[in-house]
């Protein structure tokens, strides 16, 4: 069976209309047009569902009771549509992003609480998620888009991203600690040093143990943790010194512990990830568009990353294939 949207549409005005020329006006077509697609819907379904006369034109028990049911039907596809179409022109319906349980306990609420002050009648939804399943989440369409940490573009080349910052990899001791002595800390101070760090699902596990590769270090973690919270304890109870990403995007460690730098400089980015070749719905972009001013404030001219391919070669210097920076002081 062969029926257009259209052909239900003409039959439904006909029948409203009780006339072929009214119908054919509230179409802009011709009268025989206007016929001609009825009798075409009548062949389609195998119904005979107006009698003509030369007066007037009558439902039959079958029209009658197909215009109530298509009727109500159209209405319904209607108001479907101009939702959605409201939905995708405008900062309104739903978008659904999926963040690392590090970020979205530290930088994420700050981009949330801007959204709702900007788009009031939008509803954002978060996917509270390891690492893997943020990316699984993107790569499969179940999620608009995603925050990451330390995206690796080689891994993903399905995948677009974009940088908000760049934070830096800090030892993380307790106050009584010998090497809190120090302003700042080279890697190799940590050989032999039991290591709290971030596991897999935080983003930042990767960064740490290709800076301990690359720098050639025989620190050896112990104890990986989801939380930044559990890491700062098991640091605060002397089990460890933590490798940590330091700054105002992530969470605040308390009084008892001190941080210090590392030298060479290791740097974990963070960033907004979708799926490349599939635009945003509008709604979407507004909301990647509100995070990255959210991390971007002064805009591209202070240091806004670009989209992959291409990052840059800030964002990617020295550490090959993955987001870390290596800077020597």
Do not use: Y
Request: some cysteine; charged content about 20%.
């Amino acid at each position: 069976m062969n029926i257009s949207l259209h052909q239900l549409r003409v039959f439904v005005a006909v029948a409203r209309q009780r006339s072929f020329t009214r119908a054919a006006r509230e179409f802009d077509l011709t009268q025989s047009a206007v016929s001609r697609c009825v009798r075409e819907l009548e062949d389609a379904i195998e119904l005979r569902l107006f009698d003509r006369t030369t007066r007037q034109v009558e439902l039959t028990t079958a029209g009658a009771s197909l215009e109530r049911r298509i009727g109500r039907l159209l209405d319904e596809i209607d108001i479907t549509l101009r939702e959605g179409r409201a939905a995708h022109e405008s900062h309104t319906g739903v978008v659904v992003i999926a963040s690392n349980p590090v970020l979205s306990s530290s930088w994420l609420p700050g981009g949330l609480a801007r959204c709702a002050a900007a788009f009031p009648d939008l509803i954002i939804s978060v996917k509270d998620v390891p690492q893997a399943a943020v990316l699984a989440g993107v790569e499969h369409g179940e999620v608009d888009f995603g925050v990451v940490s330390d995206f690796d573009p080689a891994t993903h080349t399905g995948m677009h991203a974009q940088a908000l910052f760049s934070t830096p990899l800090c030892a993380v001791l307790p106050e009584a600690h010998p090497l809190a002595l120090r302003p700042t800390l080279a890697w190799s101070a940590l050989d032999e040093v039991p290591l709290v760090t971030l596991n897999a699902d935080a983003g930042s596990r990767a960064s740490v143990d290709r800076a301990l590769g690359a720098l050639r270090s025989r620190a050896r973690p112990i104890q990986e943790l989801g939380h930044v919270a559990a890491v700062l304890r098991m640091i605060e109870l002397g089990l460890g010194v933590g490798v940590l990403p330091v700054d105002a995007h992530w969470p605040a460690h308390p009084g008892r512990t001190v941080t210090r730098p590392l030298l060479p400089e290791v740097s974990l980015t963070t960033m907004l990830v979708r799926r490349k070749n599939r635009s945003l719905r509008p709604n979407a972009e507004a909301v990647w568009s509100q995070f990255f001013k959210e991390a971007h404030p002064q805009g591209l001219a202070n240091g806004a990353g670009p989209i992959w391919p291409g990052v840059g070669a800030r964002t990617l210097a020295a550490m090959p294939g993955n987001s870390s920076v290596l800077r020597t002081p």
